[in-house]
């Protein structure tokens, strides 16, 4: 056969679908390109783009795949052998503290619900407290970071420093790589993997709802007041709302398919993961109900709530406490804000979805919708 085709075992001559090389004679298969993951099935070759840089290497007879210490078995080399964590597009060895820093980012998370539900409940003056001014100045940060973790989204290459730094900034996105969830347990599904990130908000729910109970039962014996319910709804919303961007970014993970040569797409978070096959069904009926329940449900709430706070807080004080989140940051005459910020936070966590295989488009939509939201502000 000539340059650009393999010999089938029929002997009959077969041009090299995209993703393959045979650039010589007389092939018997086609090699694989670096940055293609190409599968033999009883013949049938089929390549599959890699999303993770340096992760699938150039084989001239489809044997050692990947690069080392990543699981030729898994589609696109996206995970690593048991024994080995994903960092910087490459495959450690895993140390002896992935339960030490799991429980660690436990503890600090409950730390930081507990003293939100302190600041966020403090008594509002007209001169604003340094708590006060602490915390909101946390919020725009967080909300800020949040807004820059979509970069590390869009269909674009960064070279170091900044891919390290975008890297970081994933975290916030609820991507728990740094973690090294993989070396507590390497046969963790996909499916799994995304659940875990998902549920969030109702972790944060059930936590707040333990704490509650718990202030009934200890504070009192410590000469305490014990947290009140309004308080810790109030409390609950507002980790809800600081994490907006990231947990509605998660639910539209099943939606952000990129694209291989042989026609399929692969989820680009999760690249073992073929679009429409296997676990993605599953994964699109959970990302479907958060998207309802919290990205739309939740905001619907707060649009309500801004929308009937005018009249329903001279009439409920109650009423006043739980929406709280909503307008605490802002001047008396701009009380509605917070739901046109949480509009702005919906329309980021939409631009990796757009045009999945198009970075210039995800970046001017990005910028569109910042640049709009600034001039409005």
């Not at 002997?11 to 940055?35: H, N, Y």
Request: charged fraction near 15%.
């Amino acid at each position: 056969c000539t340059v650009g085709y393999f010999q089938r075992s029929d002997r009959e001559c077969q041009k090299c679908p995209p993703g393959t090389v045979c650039d010589d004679l007389d092939r018997k298969v086609p090699g694989q390109a670096a940055g293609f993951y190409v599968t033999n099935s009883s013949g049938s070759f089929e390549a599959f783009r890699c999303v993770e840089e340096g992760a699938c290497v150039a084989s001239d007879d489809l044997v050692g795949r990947c690069a080392e210490y990543r699981d030729e078995n898994v589609l696109v080399c996206a995970r690593c052998v048991p024994g080995y964590r994903r960092w910087k597009n490459t495959c450690n060895e895993c140390g002896s503290g992935a339960e030490a820093a799991l429980v660690f980012l436990l503890l600090v998370f409950l730390v930081l619900m507990i003293l939100t539900y302190y600041v966020c409940n403090s008594a509002v003056t007209r001169d604003a407290s340094s708590l006060l001014a602490t915390s909101v100045s946390f919020g725009m940060i967080l909300t800020a970071v949040q807004s820059l973790s979509i970069v590390g989204q869009i269909s674009v290459k960064w070279s170091s420093p900044w891919s390290d730094v975008i890297k970081v900034l994933k975290f916030l996105a609820l991507d728990l790589e740094m973690l090294q969830l993989e070396c507590l347990n390497d046969s963790i599904s996909p499916l799994v993997r995304y659940l875990g990130r998902v549920i969030i908000p109702v972790v944060v729910a059930v936590m707040y709802l333990v704490l509650f109970a718990g202030s009934r039962v200890i504070l009192p014996r410590l000469n305490k007041s014990s947290w009140e319910w309004t308080k810790t709804v109030n409390s609950a919303a507002q980790v809800w709302q600081a994490l907006y961007i990231s947990i509605v970014l998660v639910a539209f993970l099943p939606f952000q398919c990129y694209n291989h040569p042989n026609g399929d797409s692969s989820v680009t978070a999760m690249a073992e993961v073929i679009c429409g096959e296997g676990d993605h069904g599953a994964m699109v009926a959970f990302g479907l109900v958060f998207i309802v329940v919290y990205g739309v449900g939740f905001f619907g709430v707060c649009l309500w709530a801004n929308v009937v706070a005018p009249s329903r807080s001279l009439r409920s004080p109650s009423f006043t406490m739980y929406t709280r989140f909503l307008y605490y940051r802002f001047r008396s005459d701009c009380w509605y804000w917070g739901s046109v910020l949480m509009v702005r936070s919906f329309l980021i966590a939409l631009v990796p979805i757009v045009s999945p295989d198009n970075g210039n488009v995800q970046v001017l939509m990005l910028i569109c919708v910042v640049g709009v939201f600034m001039l409005l502000q």
